[in-house]
């Protein structure tokens, strides 16, 4: 970590500090030097104490220092201990009302893209769930299996189960009336339209919202 001597605190100034800051601590100068450049000797700021008192920080681990140097603002702690995981922030912008993503870059490339998180309001960045990816069932037996397994329905050997789909493009409910292996048509959705089971997957869900297919794995 790039050493600025604007972050650097001692009894003079400690007050500025704030209980959760996280500072590095040292009592010399040159130990805090090397403790930032290191990113090493880091902690929580526990409370700041008397002015009569050389050794005024006091971290996390109830020891006493004479000097603090901040790295991070209590109000920013959690996005830098999500970052220190390997997870996004976002910054504000605009006084709050904007955040940007802060995309997180490979440690080793110079410079090192590092929040400054003296300067701006950072937080971790709202995760966005993956989307599920799905693949057309591989044949009309597999269909009726899922379906089966998905209500719970046993249907007699000699019946249709009765699948209700919704087309995605109208919002109307239509039943699958034929099945059909032998062909590239393997499905028949109402009176007259025939559909591949691409696409039945394409064009329809069933009357929950799932898809009409399988869900595959990453």
Same mark, same amino acid.
């Given at each position: ?82 970052? /220190? +995981? ?5 910054? *504000? ?5 904007? #955040? =940007?993503?802060? !995309?997180?870059? %490979? ?41 089966? /397994? +998905? ?5 007699? *050997? ?5 699948? #209700? =789909?919704?087309? !995605?493009?109208? %919002? ?47």
């Amino acid at each position: 970590m790039e050493f600025d001597v604007n972050n650097v605190y001692t009894a003079a100034n400690a007050d500025d500090l704030h209980k959760g800051d996280f500072c590095v601590f040292a009592d010399v100068l040159g130990t805090l030097k090397e403790r930032v450049k290191d990113e090493i000797g880091g902690g929580i700021l526990s409370y700041i104490r008397e002015e009569d008192k050389s050794l005024r920080f006091v971290s996390d681990c109830n020891s006493c220092y004479e000097l603090a140097y901040l790295v991070c603002p209590v109000r920013n702690f959690d996005a830098f201990r999500a970052w /220190k +995981k390997g997870k996004t922030v976002e910054v *504000s912008f605009n006084g709050g009302k904007t #955040w =940007v993503l802060w !995309k997180r870059e %490979n440690k080793d490339k110079i410079p090192y893209n590092t929040p400054d998180w003296c300067a701006a309001d950072y937080r971790p960045a709202v995760e966005q769930p993956k989307e599920k990816k799905y693949r057309p069932f591989k044949d009309c037996k597999e269909l009726c299996d899922f379906w089966y /397994k +998905k209500t719970a329905v046993n249907v007699p *050997s000699y019946a249709m189960p009765l699948i #209700w =789909v919704k087309r !995605k493009s109208a %919002n109307c409910t239509m039943l699958i009336t034929a099945f059909n292996d032998d062909t590239s048509i393997a499905v028949a959705v109402g009176n007259i339209v025939i559909y591949t089971l691409a696409g039945l997957l394409k064009e329809f869900t069933f009357l929950d919202g799932t898809p009409c297919g399988v869900e595959v794995s990453e």
